[in-house]
């Protein structure tokens, strides 16, 4: 039997079904039942009156021969277990009695509190409970390729967990993750477990990989159907002969509903595949509620969490570490970098994670040291943080601009931005929250901000911000001067980053675009908030060149260039792209634009009317140019070229035979990478393989030629 959830008969070894008898005969159920019955009292409240109170324990509960005292079973059951004579009447007071704050009643269920940050005196995680010995179980749902779903196995298994993976993609697919996980000490062997209801059966936690939309099929069938929780399960396909029975299968779980499911499942991998930290690209039927609002879930569905909230249940409630996010819809990855090295030279040690490279959790000593943590948030991952049931766990956020992105997730822009906006459920009282005033979300994110007891912070002023289209009143909700801050940065007409009426980086910053600058000048107003004088870290961030993908120069070949802009999955970023290197082309050179994938948007009309005009060309591949096309003989004829190919490579041998000496060619695709490669970045290194090929060969064929016109110089001569 597994170690994690069997049952409390057999593993007393007194028979093979799930009752036991007692030394007095009388009939006892597993520990689990027992507790899923407990459960169903502190999670289901009755209503005054008594009326609609949970069915009464099951026979037999009284003579629990292996647990007579639920205290040691679960955390903050008090009163002791019922006796043998009355099992329907528990002695000690009930939930209803002890109101929600007693010492006998911990508030409305004990998962709200279970491993909350600071939880622990010592500032550690907190191991799970036994179970008469038994381990609690956990299933890390979608393991992923960058590191996340790693991070979350080891941690689980570091508090004590028994934990079990379920993921839709095959072995052979996760083998270098798997990998990874043997030789960081995780338990090995494992099986996969299918994407099915029978996979969760005696979850206690469910750790979901971000990119598992809300409306996956199984998530809307867990909403519906009760799954026994603390109950066995033995994981289908093992192929290590570890578990050789057969799963047990909950009564309303039958094999009929598990081929529906998988059918589901496999047609939604098809379209949402969930293989990374980037995630999936039609009505949604499950959407995160917004801010504040409460998230019903099954009374007997397992609880559910994320890689990111087991890191901020690991930290100290009062710091070292300060943990500061960064969320919105353009330039968190270059916020969060610039932000992370401007606290490593102002305050020493600081981490980066989240969205941006590995999990923290792999490896966790250095979380010990840390001084600051800074995290990027996905609209993923602030769609699932714990909001106000949960000690507050944040202690500075930066919104970058919002506009729309991964409406195919959240199944429309309302509930993009509603889970953008619930990054502020995650604030402590009186912590900044830094956005830009120009952007209509975040000054909405300011009103929320200061109705909740925050501090929100505008990092520009009109006057310095050219272009902006609303009035500044002091009086307005979230607008309000911040003395720290206000006055002391902007933007002069240029586009300089100015501190205090003076240019903060000198004209040569090698990290390109101005939209860069509007990024660092909210990094320096959240360090003015925090008391920082951010000219300290200046040597540390004139040194900042961008990040992989963003906007950078590959280099030239016959006097064209090629400028990576592959992180680009929405119109928006493409067409910042496009305006920054307008702004440094000279007068008669060209942008050959690159663009396609897999459509996240039904509307088209940014790609055709704002970023068409600028380019001197446009190439488009992948499914987003049957769209196009189709749009395109629609609407009319164009003045700009462009092109349709079904492959990336196509459509940059196009482009480069439309460019010109001293043009540019800009990758950068505007579009899901999800129709022909498992994330953006697999799609950066195919550029990136075709550009080297190319000038590889060029160079090739030229030391050919050079011999034979060698030759015919001499034998001219």
Not at 400 to 408: A, K, Y
Request: aromatic share 4%; proline share 10%; charged share 25%.
């Amino acid at each position: 039997m597994r170690g994690g959830g069997g049952r409390a008969g057999e593993r007393a070894g007194s028979g093979p079904g799930p009752h036991r008898r007692a030394a007095d005969g009388a009939d006892t159920l597993p520990i689990s039942h027992a507790l899923l019955w407990h459960d169903r009292c502190l999670r289901q409240p009755p209503p005054p009156g008594g009326q609609g109170l949970p069915p009464g324990p099951p026979p037999g509960f009284g003579s629990l021969a292996c647990a007579p005292d639920l205290l040691s079973l679960r955390p903050g059951l008090r009163g002791s277990a019922p006796t043998a004579g009355d099992p329907a009447q528990p002695q000690g007071p009930s939930c209803a009695q002890a109101g929600g704050d007693s010492p006998e009643c911990p508030g409305k269920g004990r998962r709200r509190t279970e491993g909350r940050r600071g939880a622990d005196p010592a500032g550690g995680a907190k191991r799970p409970e036994a179970l008469g010995g038994m381990a609690r179980r956990a299933v890390v749902w979608g393991l992923g390729r960058f590191g996340g779903g790693l991070g979350a196995v080891l941690e689980l298994e570091r508090r004590g967990y028994e934990v079990a993976i379920m993921d839709g993609a095959s072995p052979e697919s996760l083998e270098e993750s798997l990998t990874e996980l043997e030789r960081r000490g995780g338990r090995r062997p494992r099986p996969l477990l299918p994407e099915t209801p029978a996979s969760l059966e005696g979850c206690d936690l469910l750790i979901l990989n971000p990119a598992i939309p809300p409306h996956h099929p199984l998530l809307k069938y867990l909403k519906d159907h009760p799954l026994e929780v603390g109950d066995t399960l033995s994981p289908r396909g093992s192929q290590q002969g570890e578990d050789t029975h057969p799963p047990r299968r909950n009564k309303q779980v039958g094999e009929v509903e598990d081929t529906h499911l998988l059918r589901e499942c496999q047609r939604l991998r098809d379209t949402h595949p969930h293989g990374s930290q980037q995630g999936g690209d039609q009505q949604v039927g499950d959407t995160h509620p917004p801010c504040g609002s409460r998230q019903v879930e099954h009374p007997l569905s397992p609880q559910r969490s994320q890689e990111i909230n087991l890191l901020l249940e690991r930290l100290p409630a009062e710091g070292p570490p300060r943990v500061l996010a960064v969320t919105g819809t353009n330039g968190k990855s270059s916020t969060a970098t610039l932000l992370h090295q401007a606290l490593a030279a102002l305050d020493g040690p600081a981490l980066l994670g989240g969205n941006i490279g590995t999990s923290l959790l792999l490896d966790p000593a250095p979380l010990d040291g840390a001084r600051n943590i800074v995290l990027e948030l996905s609209s993923f991952q602030c769609a699932r943080l714990p909001l106000e049931d949960q000690a507050p766990r944040l202690d500075g956020l930066i919104l970058t601009p919002i506009s729309r992105d991964h409406l195919g997730w959240h199944g429309d822009l309302e509930a993009y931005h509603q889970a953008k906006l619930r990054s502020l459920g995650a604030l402590r009282k009186g912590t900044p929250m830094v956005f830009d005033p120009r952007c209509p979300v975040g000054r909405r994110a300011a009103a929320l901000a200061e109705e909740r007891g925050l501090r929100p912070v505008p990092a520009f002023t009109p006057s310095s911000a050219p272009g902006t289209a609303w009035t500044w009143r002091s009086e307005e909700p979230g607008l309000r001067p911040v003395p720290s801050v206000t006055g002391r940065l902007g933007l002069d007409p240029d586009g300089e980053l100015l501190l205090d009426g003076r240019v903060f980086l000198p004209r040569g910053w090698p990290c390109r675009g101005r939209f860069q600058k509007a990024n660092l000048g909210l990094v320096l107003a959240l360090l003015l908030a925090l008391g920082f004088d951010p000219r300290t870290a200046r040597p540390s961030l004139e040194t900042f060149a961008g990040l992989p993908h963003r906007l950078q120069d590959l280099g030239s070949h016959q006097r064209v260039s090629l400028i990576d802009n592959g992180v680009s999955t929405v119109a928006e970023t493409s067409l910042s792209a496009l305006r920054c290197l307008r702004e440094e082309l000279p007068e008669g050179a060209g942008i050959h634009w690159i663009a396609g994938g897999k459509l996240k948007d039904k509307s088209l009309r940014p790609h055709l009317e704002d970023c068409l005009p600028l380019c001197a060309s446009a190439h488009f591949f992948g499914d987003a140019a049957k769209a196009l096309k189709e749009a395109i003989r629609v609407a009319g004829p164009l003045h700009t070229p462009t092109t349709f190919q079904d492959r990336l490579r196509e459509a940059l041998d196009r482009a480069f035979a439309h460019a010109r000496p001293g043009d540019l060619l800009l990758f950068s695709p505007a579009f899901s990478s999800h129709d022909q490669y498992p994330n953006f970045e697999a799609r950066c290194q195919d550029a990136l393989n075709w550009w080297k090929e190319k000038r590889r060969k060029e160079t090739r064929n030229l030391q050919n030629l050079l011999p034979r016109y060698d030759k015919k110089n001499r034998a001219e001569q």
